[in-house]
């Protein structure tokens, strides 16, 4: 027994000894020769395991130092792999492995430019048998812990343009109780580095179920710098992405049940900081401060995406239509397109879409942009338009594609320096229906000078855009566009751009009640009109001021175009109805100048005001005229009576008054059509014209008041009659002047009955050389020793003095006491004396004008008149350098470049100077402004009614007397 037992430990003894022997020395050994031997045969690329561990006792298994490559460039390496295999594993049924570790693992994954990966060609794996089949028993294993530690991973694709390169490490993986057991649930953590900044990038915390599949936990991206992947990003769009940093955090659930993949993304939060994108020609794109999304969820068995809030602030971008029509963005995606697409590789799609499967969902609770700049550009004008919008803030909230309940949003925006844009309302994405208030303050309206200047040679100085409107729109085919408010366009000042002259100006232009439907109807309730403002010109070619602005338009060649039948239109038969409420002009004013005479004809119209009654296109119903005003200051305008706005010839009814009209203002005419001059004179029109069924009849009352004529003036035009004859026979006692000259005949017909008319005349003619008597012009007064024949004016003035106040106010006393006597006012100037002196104030009035303009230019704010700014010495200088070119039509002289600045100047003023020097133009105004000073004076200071003082003409010669001209004052009997 004793040898049987000593036996048996000898044999143990022994076999522990062998198994010892095998499990320490022999496996290891055999093991990594037999490893390294088949790594040679079966790998492309030089491999090797240093050494083998193996613990037979505790099943404990060590592989160090493995490495796929050159020991300079490895591909795929590790420091050491352990595990240790579970004794249970014998009964369980199961592999049990307590522990499986990697550590320092490194790997090298490379795309080359043909998108093969290297790992491909790592191993040289024999082709597998088509005819062996699997079991189909799952294998069964429990892994208690698993660790990856500290490992290494760089990724590089040279597929793309430019090579892209991403390195991590501290790449770390740990798991508890991984199992291929059915509704096993591991515990997985996973975290890497970024190489290059060594901050945590990556990092999940979760569970893993393989059987079903199963993937729930929280995965975080932090600092995710954009510009690594730029080369992809330029693959799938012309964007180059030189900065940005990217954040996600997730809650992910993953899992694969029969009915299909289910994804679920809940508490998502997505946060962008420091982007900047520029086009591939290096041009700014965007520029973002921040851009965020939170609480947001995503579903994909529901096909729903749940965002609670967008936030982004700070965004600017750059967007410009080219001169071909084609926005910079569309222009540029296009290109890409183009250039990426290849026709002969386009395939059809295997499979289409149902046209019942179910859309995406998207809910946004909120959206915040704040503070957005965008620099918009229109270079299809030959000079391009820059419009500034921002800052930009926008709200948008109750974003769901697939609710009928409208989303709410609010717009506060910028435009241009000062202009400003206001929009709230909702929005319905189901059915396209909104819901909007636009309010607009100071737009400046100047931006529309590049689309003005192909069409006239306008320049547009101010003009700003105020609305208040309510924008619904309920249906978009067909569209159905109702538009309610108020607009006003404040300080229109349109110039004639070739003469640097006002053509059209209003302080104030508001259309209030407005109520437009599109297609259907445009009812405004009233439109006023304040201060308006327009000058009409007549050129000596006999065209106007307003025609030689038009610009002449090259046809384009016609294209043959296939003709095609004209869409149907609801309202094709019915044109739409417009209506506006009232129409009123406060305080308007005009000019009209005939420069077609000699000398040239000017007047203008003040304090022109009225009412123009409801104008409807849908109504029979004329409307109601009356405006009223005053030519020269002191002659009444009125125009009263009905008319069909919309179909005048129809019918109308208008009676135009004008009482009082100085005729020496008329004389540029008598002159042409007379071949007299007028020295003194008023009139009074009557014209009473009537409209009914396009028959015109005209009745014109003409009323002359004291009218004399001056001295015979040569004109190819005028008449060959015996005037001033025919004026004497047709004055009555008193040495007025009745015509009466009805009109009648069909608009349609070109010839009109003028036989009556002509008749009366010389009926009248022959009668008063019957009747009329002569009658003398004259009388005498005594002022108690004052003399007021001469009224002294200082040189190129037309302030009173006090002493010519003390004559005036010595006269105004005599006038009163003989209310029959009439004064005759003849304004005078010198131009000896005059010239020099208005030149000088010419001059200056010149710099405040051209000062205005620059000013204007800029969008400053100015006062209401030219005439109260104040220019520097210096700025004269400047704008003296523009006035020369100007006034006298020619560049100065080459020798005076060699001049000093000071020498420089004092030439340009002294021939700017001179060219004003002996301006008729100017003359004869300076004497009608003496002429006016006087009687405003004798009117306003002295009480005298102003019917009672004529102004008569100019005397543009007059002889100067101690430093001062003389306006003759006469004497008359009413």
């Not at 953590?189 to 990556?202: D, H, I, K």
Request: net charge positive; charged share 20%.
């Amino acid at each position: 027994m004793f040898k049987l037992l000593k036996r048996l430990l000898v044999a143990l003894v022994l076999g522990l000894a062998l198994y010892s022997l095998l499990g320490f020395i022999v496996l290891p050994e055999v093991g990594q020769r037999l490893i390294n031997q088949q790594l040679a045969h079966y790998t492309s690329l030089p491999a090797h395991l240093k050494k083998i561990q193996l613990n037979p006792f505790t099943l404990e298994l060590s592989l160090h130092e493995f490495r796929l490559g050159t020991e300079d460039k490895p591909q795929l390496s590790f420091e050491c792999f352990y595990t240790q295999l579970d004794w249970r594993s014998l009964w369980l049924g199961r592999i049990q492995v307590r522990s499986l570790s990697l550590e320092k693992p490194f790997v090298q994954i490379q795309l080359d430019p043909k998108g093969q990966l290297n790992a491909q060609s790592w191993f040289k794996l024999p082709p597998s048998d088509p005819s062996s089949k699997s079991s189909g028993l799952p294998l069964s294993i429990h892994i208690e812990h698993i660790a990856l530690v500290n490992g290494h991973a760089q990724f590089e694709d040279l597929g793309p343009k430019e090579a892209v390169r991403l390195n991590y490490d501290q790449i770390n993986l740990s798991a508890r109780d991984f199992s291929t057991q059915e509704n096993a649930i591991a515990e997985l953590l996973l975290s890497l580095n970024n190489a290059q900044t060594q901050q945590q990038q990556l990092s999940w915390k979760g569970q893993v179920k393989l059987d079903p599949l199963l993937v729930n936990g929280q995965l975080k991206l932090e600092a995710l710098e954009l510009n690594n992947l730029r080369p992809y990003i330029q693959q799938a769009a012309p964007l180059v992405v030189e900065q940005g940093q990217l954040n996600l955090s997730s809650q992910v659930q993953l899992s694969l049940p029969a009915s299909g993949l289910q994804l679920l993304l809940d508490d998502l939060s997505l946060d962008t900081k420091a982007l900047r994108i520029n086009a591939p020609d290096k041009r700014p794109l965007i520029r973002l401060e921040q851009l965020s999304l939170a609480k947001t969820s995503v579903n994909l068995a529901e096909q729903r995406l749940q965002i609670g809030k967008i936030h982004s602030q700070k965004l600017e971008t750059w967007l410009a239509r080219e001169a071909d029509g084609e926005l910079d963005w569309q222009k540029l995606f296009s290109n890409n397109s183009t250039t990426k697409s290849n026709p002969a590789q386009t395939k059809a799609p295997a499979n289409k879409s149902s046209a019942t499967e179910k859309p995406w969902q998207l809910q946004i609770a909120t959206i915040q942009l704040r503070n957005y700049q965008i620099h918009a550009a229109d270079r299809q004008p030959k000079e391009a338009v820059q419009l500034e919008v921002g800052p930009l803030n926008l709200d948008v909230s109750q974003i769901d594609t697939q609710s009928k309940r409208p989303l709410q949003f609010e717009l506060n925006t910028g435009l241009g320096s000062k202009g400003r844009l206001k929009a709230q309302g909702q929005f319905n994405l189901a059915t396209l229906a909104a819901q909007v208030q636009v309010n607009t303050q100071d737009v400046d309206l100047r931006l529309a000078q590049s689309y003005l200047s192909p069409l006239a040679q306008v320049e547009l100085h101010s003009g700003l855009l105020n609305t208040t409107l309510d924008v619904a729109v309920t249906q978009i085919q067909p569209l159905a566009l109702h538009v309610t408010g108020q607009a006003e366009i404040t300080q229109w000042h349109l110039l004639d751009a070739r003469r640097k002259q006002e053509l059209i100006k209003w302080q104030r232009l508001h259309i209030a009640g407005i109520d437009y439907r599109h297609e259907q109807s445009l009812n405004i309730q009233r439109i006023s009109l304040v201060q308006p403002y327009t000058r009409f010109v007549i050129n000596p070619d006999l065209s106007s001021n307003f025609s030689t602005l038009l610009v002449k338009q090259t046809p384009e060649p016609t294209k043959k175009v296939p003709v095609q039948a004209a869409p149907k239109s609801i309202n094709a038969t019915k044109p739409m109805g417009i209506r506006i409420g009232s129409i009123q002009i406060i305080n308007g004013s005009g000019y009209f100048a005939d420069l077609s005479l000699k000398p040239d004809f000017a007047t203008s119209i003040q304090t022109l005001s009225g009412d123009i009654g409801t104008l409807d296109n849908q109504s029979t119903r004329p409307a109601k005229v009356v405006i009223r005003g005053k030519v020269d200051r002191y002659s009444p305008l009125s125009i009263e009576g009905t008319l069909t706005p919309f179909d005048p010839l129809q019918n109308l009814d208008i009676t135009t008054r004008f009482k009082q009209v100085e005729m020496t203002t008329l004389t540029p005419y008598s002159g042409k059509l007379a071949g007299y001059r007028i020295r003194k004179g008023r009139l009074d029109l009557d014209l009473h014209y009537r409209i009914q069924g396009k028959r015109l009849k005209a009745e014109n009352q003409v009323v002359i008041h004291q009218l004399q004529l001056g001295e015979r003036v040569d004109s190819d035009a005028a008449a060959d009659l015996p005037i001033r004859l025919a004026i004497a026979l047709l004055k009555d006692s008193s040495g007025t002047i009745h015509l009466d000259l009805p009109i009648e005949g069909n608009l349609e017909d070109p010839s009109f009955s003028i036989m009556p008319l002509l008749g009366k005349t010389l009926g009248n003619m022959l009668s008063k050389a019957v009747q009329a008597p002569f009658s003398l012009l004259g009388s005498l007064m005594d002022f108690g020793g004052a003399d007021p024949n001469k009224i002294p004016f200082n040189a190129g003035q037309t302030e009173l003095s006090t002493e010519a106040k003390t004559t005036l106010n010595a006269l105004a006393k005599a006038l009163k006491d003989r209310p029959d006597l009439m004064l005759e006012v003849e304004g005078a100037s010198s131009p000896t004396l005059d010239g020099p002196s208005l030149a000088q104030q010419k001059l200056e009035q010149a710099y405040r004008a051209l000062w205005y303009q620059k000013l204007q230019s800029k969008g400053e704010r100015l006062p209401s008149s030219p005439d109260k700014l104040q220019i520097s010495d210096q700025a004269k200088a400047s704008l003296l350098e523009e006035l020369y070119p100007i006034r006298l039509k020619q560049q100065p002289p080459n020798a005076w470049k060699s001049l000093s600045a000071q020498e420089r100047q004092t030439q340009l003023q002294q021939a700017v100077l001179k060219s004003w020097n002996q301006d008729q133009a100017s003359m004869r105004q300076l004497s009608q402004a003496r002429a006016q000073t006087i009687k405003d004076y004798l009117v306003q200071q002295g009480g005298i009614n102003n019917i009672r003082i004529y102004l008569v003409d100019s005397n543009l010669s007059a002889s100067s007397e101690n430093n001062t001209v003389a306006s003759t004052l006469y004497l008359a009997g009413q």
